[in-house]
């Protein structure tokens, strides 16, 4: 099930919704005045932003990442770089979850590469663009109103590739020639849905050249370095989530789980584990307040800091993660056995059968809601609260939907060993 419905929810509930529309007034009103502009998505205030980050993690690091994609990268890209008029015609929706937004970058034979290796391309025609190519992995994807795109400029002088200017443009679901295509079934994340974009002869005129210019002030790869920052400094807080319920969810079953007549919370091999996630943890709030405080008085993390501060949460997430699973074991491991607190390992995951169709229209439309798979690490709060999720989770496997949204179907994709995005398999 799509999470947009529960992200605006939330939104009306803690009064986020005007919060934003305040932040975007704020916003707009630098960028007439020339002043540079402040990064914002869920207000200024870098502790109410990442504290709300940290505790959305602990339910569902997928929800925020849908969340963070469209109201932090989407719209914060058009903030930066875009004139008053773009920022007025598709941030402000961005930032009020009026509109979903998507942010995409990664192309099949480009991730960590990604401005070298960009591929799609924008050449010039007349005074529009058109814009060729394809991108993957794109959070909310499949159904965003709303695209920032980035291409390299393909001016006729035979540049290479490599060194080509990168333009960003804003897109509109629903344009000719632009494809979303269906979720991808992945191992966790399953609150954020994932998938991949097509770009045939998509014409594009200026009004959707962020800054309606191809060399805005902090654009093109510069405006892509400053958002690996900023979502580099957001996972630390999304780890910190992650880990500190898995720290509580792993204390409470040592108590209670008994073995040879005793709690397993007795076991030093099991409280060394437990320390070693306490450690985890206090590194990582650490870290993570600690560049709450720096930004609070405007400081901003250089890349470094922020791939430091990604690196190492992230891996402590995985290990807490890990740990948290060789307490509960079966426990976490079975979603078919009617046991509580039920995750799917990653190689229940791979070697699920999947159907070739979907049988019915119910099916079609359930598959992505009804997915028992569970990641330890990216769903571990979907566990929370719920004395037995199991029993109430489908063991039946997403059926895969081969169709783009936009019922167009795509070219064949580069494909993961091991992570096979399914919605093109037919
Ligand atoms: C759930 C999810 C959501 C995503 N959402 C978005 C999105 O919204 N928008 C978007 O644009 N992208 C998105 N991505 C894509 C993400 O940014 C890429 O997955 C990431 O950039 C890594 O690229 P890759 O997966 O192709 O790995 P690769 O780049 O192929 O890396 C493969 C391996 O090679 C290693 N490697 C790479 N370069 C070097 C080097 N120089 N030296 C040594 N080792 C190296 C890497 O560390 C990695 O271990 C998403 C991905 C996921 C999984």
Redesign the pocket.
């Known amino acids: 099930m799509p999470p947009y419905a529960i992200l605006r929810k939330m939104y009306d509930v803690f009064g986020l919704k005007e919060m934003a529309k305040e932040s975007f007034a704020r916003q707009l009103e630098r960028k007439i005045s020339g002043e540079e502009p402040a990064r914002e998505s869920r207000g200024s205030d870098p502790a109410a932003q990442l504290i709300s980050t940290i505790e959305l993690c602990r339910v569902s690091p997928g929800l925020l990442?849908s969340l963070g994609?469209s109201s932090g990268l989407a719209a914060g890209t058009i903030n930066k770089l875009g004139t008053p008029a773009q920022m007025e015609r598709w941030a402000l929706d961005l930032m009020t979850l009026d509109k979903i937004g998507?942010?995409?970058?990664?192309e099949p034979d480009s991730?960590?590469?990604?401005l070298g290796g960009m591929r799609t391309s924008a050449r010039r025609d007349g005074e529009d663009y058109v814009i060729n190519g394809q991108?993957t992995?794109?959070?909310n994807g499949p159904y965003a109103d709303t695209i920032v795109i980035y291409a390299k400029l393909d001016d006729g002088s035979g540049e290479e590739m490599r060194n080509r200017k990168v333009l960003t443009f804003v897109l509109d679901k629903g344009m000719d020639g632009l494809v979303q295509a269906a979720p991808m079934r992945?191992m966790g994340?399953h609150g954020?849905p994932?998938g991949e974009v097509f770009l045939s002869d998509v014409r594009a005129g200026r009004d959707r050249l962020l800054g309606e210019r191809e060399d805005p002030k902090g654009g093109g790869r510069q405006s892509a370095r400053d958002n690996f920052v900023a979502e580099r400094a957001g996972v630390a807080a999304m780890s910190l989530g992650i880990v500190e319920e898995c720290l509580k969810l792993s204390i409470d079953y040592a108590k209670h789980r008994r073995l040879w007549g005793t709690a397993i919370a007795d076991y030093q091999l099991i409280q060394l584990k437990l320390a070693q996630m306490e450690v985890a943890r206090v590194n990582v709030r650490n870290m993570v307040f600690a560049h709450i405080e720096r930004s609070s008085h405007g400081a901003v993390p250089s890349f470094a800091e922020a791939s430091a501060m990604k690196l190492y949460s992230a891996q402590a997430a995985c290990q807490v993660a890990d740990d948290a699973i060789q307490i509960f074991v079966a426990t976490a491991t079975s979603p078919s056995t009617g046991s509580s607190n039920s995750v799917v390992t990653r190689e229940s995951f791979v070697s699920t059968p999947a159907p070739t169709k979907c049988r019915s229209s119910r099916s079609r439309k359930t598959s992505f809601a009804t997915s028992s798979s569970r990641h330890p690490v990216t769903d571990v709060a979907d566990r929370r609260h719920r004395s037995n999720p199991c029993t109430t989770a489908s063991t039946r496997a997403p059926c895969r939907d081969s169709r783009a949204t936009s019922g167009r179907t795509p070219r064949a994709s580069r494909t993961t060993p091991g992570l096979t995005p399914r919605s093109f398999e037919s």
């Open positions: 990442t994609v998507a942010w995409a970058i990664t991730g960590s590469d990604a991108k992995w794109i959070t992945k994340q954020s994932t």
